[in-house]
T-cell receptor, first 114, second 112 residues
């Protein structure tokens, strides 16, 4: 699994509560990404990071924030969870950016917002 | 028109069959093409990567890119039950991974 650990693996939460998902890597890769995967939509990029404290928005960033205070950790926060954020969340890492570097994914966090 | 179109299937074949998985795309600037395999309850893993046009072969897997038709294919020869998974195509116009556009995936089942 390319040294990527996502936690928790499963979570059920109520609408309006804050939720933080964690991605931890042991590869010392510079780039980290958060995706969500939904039936009928495929994988969509939420946020990504290109270094400590350097982050940027992806395609579906509304309602999400991220933080990266250490190379190995990338946190995704849902400030006030909504039912539309029920999804499977994947963290990914890549070594480089200039020439193509493939993404390596974690095994996901299954989030249910009731 | 969506940037990347992929038939979701499901596709069911007998063991040993040749499988053809396909994606079409609309952005003529795409030049990096990938196939990911995703087992149930797991993250996607990179299977094949092709830059620009042509074929690439890796064991039982062959990736083809036809830029004139905006069409990419993944062929699996002598398919095995262990090939049962969802296959995602992905592509980008430039090397940045944040620019990757994924297809929705085709679910394949290979029956013993």
């Amino acid at each position: 699994d390319a040294g990527i650990t996502q936690s928790p693996r499963h979570k059920v939460t109520e609408t309006g509560t804050p939720v933080t998902l964690r991605c931890h890597q042991t590869e010392n890769h510079r780039y980290m990404y958060w995706y969500r995967q939904d039936p009928g939509h495929g994988l969509r990029l939420i946020h990504y990071s290109y270094g400590v404290k350097d982050t940027d928005k992806g395609e579906v960033s509304d309602g999400y924030s991220v933080s990266r205070s250490k190379t190995e950790d990338f946190l995704l926060t849902l400030e006030s969870a909504t039912s539309s954020q029920t999804s499977v969340y994947f963290c990914a890492i890549s070594e480089g950016q200039g020439s193509y570097s493939p993404l390596h994914f974690g095994n996901g966090t299954r989030l249910t917002v009731t | 028109q969506k940037e990347v179109e992929q038939d979701p299937g499901p596709l069911s074949v007998p063991e040993g069959a040749i499988v053809s998985l396909n994606c079409t795309y609309s952005n003529s600037a795409f030049q990096y093409f990938m196939w990911y395999r995703q087992y149930s309850r797991k993250g996607p893993e990179l299977l094949m990567y092709t830059y620009s046009s042509g074929n690439k072969e890796d064991g039982r897997f062959t990736a083809q890119v036809d830029k004139s038709s905006k069409y990419i294919s993944l062929f699996i020869r002598d398919s095995q039950p262990s090939d049962s998974a969802t296959y995602l195509c992905a592509m980008s116009a430039q090397g940045g991974s944040e620019k990757l556009v994924f297809g929705k995936g085709t679910k394949l089942t290979v029956n013993p």
